[in-house]
T-cell receptor, first 114, second 113 residues
Framework: DQQVKQNSPSLSVQEGRISILNCDYT??????FLWYKKYPAEGPTFLIS?????DKNEDGRFTVFLNKSAKHLSLHIVPSQPGDSAVYFC?????????????FGQGTELSVKP | DTEVTQTPKHLVMGMTNKKSLKCEQH?????MYWYKQKAKKPPELMFV???????INESVPSRFSPECPNSSLLNLHLHALQPEDSALYLC????????????FGPGTRLTVT
């Protein structure tokens, strides 16, 4: 049972335009939602997160929107740059006193074309 | 400094070998994690350590044995692995009780022959 889903395996956008990556989840108990970027042969790099009690968080070119009623979040990248080309993972976090558990979606491969 | 280091970068081992993966962080994080990632799949949690104690084991086979010697180091001891255990093994660390961000190392690419 997949608790975090990214239904688009790939996305291609033109440089300078907006990239929108989507993610759906099934469990209302998640505390935070996070986006990670991953290049081949490297570990995931943390990009941006949002608390489950918020609906928007912005950091530079990256904005994450959370729609709790639809159990949906999205990452907007504006403007997109060729260096943004990578696999993007959405992750949901459950926080325990002993740490946190991240559950990842399947990833979306973003290609930004010059 | 948000760096997590992992050694070795690549490892090839036979099914009868014993080897260890190492992870180190100097961010003062008190939670450390092992994840496994197969090709074209998302990372999957294996173990969580908090305050150097194992707090979560995601039903990982006993041929994987984690160890946390101190708050900066995390090891994963490997013994009698199977070819299907070939994967990228990622270490991560985080603050406790914070916003959920975990910081990942570059991973060890393991091949079991």
């Amino acid at each position: 049972d997949q608790q975090v889903k990214q239904n688009s395996p790939s996305l291609s956008v033109q440089e300078g335009r907006i990239s929108i990556l989507n993610c759906d989840y099934t469990n209302s108990m998640f505390d935070y939602f996070l986006w990670y970027k991953k290049y081949p042969a490297e570990g995931p790099t943390f990009l941006i997160s949002i608390s489950s009690i918020k609906d928007k968080n912005e950091d530079g070119r990256f904005t994450v929107f959370l729609n709790k009623s639809a159990k949906h979040l999205s990452l907007h990248i504006v403007p997109s740059q060729p260096g943004d080309s990578a696999v993007y993972f959405c992750a949901a976090s459950v926080i325990y006193n002993q740490g946190g558990k991240l559950i990842f979606g399947q990833g979306t491969e973003l290609s930004v074309k010059p | 400094d948000t760096e997590v280091t992992q050694t070795p970068k690549h490892l090839v081992m036979g099914m009868t070998n014993k080897k260890s993966l190492k992870c180190e962080q100097h961010m003062g994080h008190r939670a450390m994690y092992w994840y496994k990632q197969k090709a074209k799949k998302p990372p999957e949690l294996m173990f969580v350590y908090s305050y150097e104690k194992l707090s979560i084991n995601e039903s990982v086979p006993s041929r994987f044995s984690p160890e946390c010697p101190n708050s900066s180091l995390l090891n994963l001891h490997l013994h009698a692995l199977q070819p299907e255990d070939s994967a990228l093994y990622l270490c991560a660390s985080s603050q406790l009780g914070q916003g959920g961000e975990q910081y990942f190392g570059p991973g060890t690419r393991l091949t079991v022959t």
